[in-house]
């Protein structure tokens, strides 16, 4: 079935570093992706739309310049998280849209932990 | 705008009691329903869905109707076991939006069963 994937699962960065996430679709392409994220306990925050060969739509209050959003294929988006700081420590989470004759199907990734130190 | 509400968790159940966890949205149009659950460590995992009024998802012994009249999609289970502890999400997606996959998503609700 289709699967979405999400690299790294975890990772540490220092404050003021950049750190980029991927979302892969692996057996279908996905002319749109959305991210999310989730504070602990929390429920998940639609950060953005992801369009291939478009910009992405941000929702209201997300910086776009701090999280830099591409979407280069229809098989992946990468979202960069630009000067990290510890606030942006969180769980980062993608979903993929599978177009299909009865409607969207969505698919999400595994998931990412950024800890920012 | 969309919204979804879900009950406030921690839910902590015995193994075999019935489970129910509500679930109220507020939408324009005919929103597609969904409940999502997230294992400890996890992603999201689809657990049922439903697009249309009066349609009951279900999945591993989880159901749930939409019922419109209510704005309701409440999560229900007979008999829940140990492996069913996780946190489960209500979700909507607009009529509109749905063609791009788009949620918004409930608080999410904490459930631990206990043997």
């Known amino acids: 079935g289709a699967v979405v994937s999400q690299h790294p699962s975890r990772v540490i960065c220092k404050s003021g570093t950049s750190v980029k996430i991927e979302c892969r679709s692996l057996d279908f392409q996905a002319t749109t992706m959305f991210w999310y994220r989730q504070f602990p306990k929390q429920s998940l925050m639609l950060m953005a739309t992801s369009n291939e060969g478009s910009k992405a739509t941000y929702e209201q209050g997300v910086e776009k310049d701090k999280f830099l959003i591409n979407h280069a294929s229809l098989t992946l988006s990468t979202l960069t998280v630009t000067s990290a700081h510890p606030e942006d420590s969180s769980f980062y989470i993608c979903?993929?849209?599978?177009?299909?004759?009865?409607?969207?199907?969505?698919?999400f990734g595994e998931g990412s932990w950024l800890t920012v130190v | 705008g969309n919204s979804v509400t879900q009950m406030e968790g921690p839910v902590t159940l015995s193994e075999e009691a019935f489970l129910t966890i509500n679930c109220t949205y507020t939408a324009t149009g005919y929103p597609s329903l969904f409940w999502y659950v997230q294992y400890p460590g996890e992603g999201l995992q689809l657990l049922l869905k439903a697009t249309k009024a009066d349609d009951k998802g279900s999945n591993k012994g989880f159901e749930a109707t939409y019922r419109k009249e209510t704005t309701s999609f409440h999560l229900e289970k007979g008999s829940v076991q140990v492996s069913d502890s996780a946190v489960y999400f209500c979700?909507?997606?607009?009529?509109?939006?749905?063609?791009?996959?788009?949620?918004?998503f409930g608080q999410g609700t904490e459930l631990s069963v206990k043997p």
């Open positions: 979700a909507l997606s607009g009529s509109i939006l749905h063609q791009g996959g788009k949620l918004i």
């Open positions: 979903s993929a849209s599978l177009q299909g004759t009865a409607g969207n199907t969505i698919y």
